[in-house]
């Protein structure tokens, strides 16, 4: 007599075919898209892509920071079980590096900025040139004085976090660490009731 088998067997990552970075991180995507829910699998991983695997060390790429914080604080731990999971490897090393050409691009021309800067100052040394002024925060000064008119009840350790609004959190706490420069002007939107002014006042 013949029997069936109707479970799901995993794909097999040890053949060449599949043991490329690109189809083990489709794999792993494959496994987290199962685990999470549908809106953070496509905020959070939708952009992402691999740029090596080798030896339970993975290079993945981002679109930008604030992507790259939230993998390596919120997701690391489950990242590093479904490569476990796909390669049988033991993962030591999981490293998350932006892929955008554009800010490769402009991180690129910045470097080539500041070394004809350092150039021009070795030269006409009676010239300094303020680098560090022009990269000061526009209005950093006044933040102190705004926060005087802030109600103190509210703060981010009596702020309810709930699946509805993590990710809104997460761009609150990027503003306070980074006033100025991260996220500015940040816009939150809600029905009634639902903690804005608490979260914004925190």
Known sequence: MSHTNDSVVAPDVSSSAASTPESIWQAVLGELELSISKANFTTWFKS????????????ILVPNMFTRNWLQNKYHKDISKALQNVTGERITKISYELHSQAEAVEEQHKKMEEEKLREEQSTRASIPVPVAT????IGSPSIPNATTALNSKYSFENLVVGANNE?????????TKNPGTMYNP?????????????LIQS
């Open 48 to 59: 992402t892509s691999i740029l090596r695997y080798e030896r339970g060390e993975a290079v």
């Open 134 to 137: 022009m990269r000061t925060p």
């Open 167 to 175: 990710l809104a959190i997460a761009a609150a706490r990027a503003v």
């Open 186 to 198: 940040l816009f939150i939107y809600g029905g009634v009731g639902l903690g804005k002014t608490h």
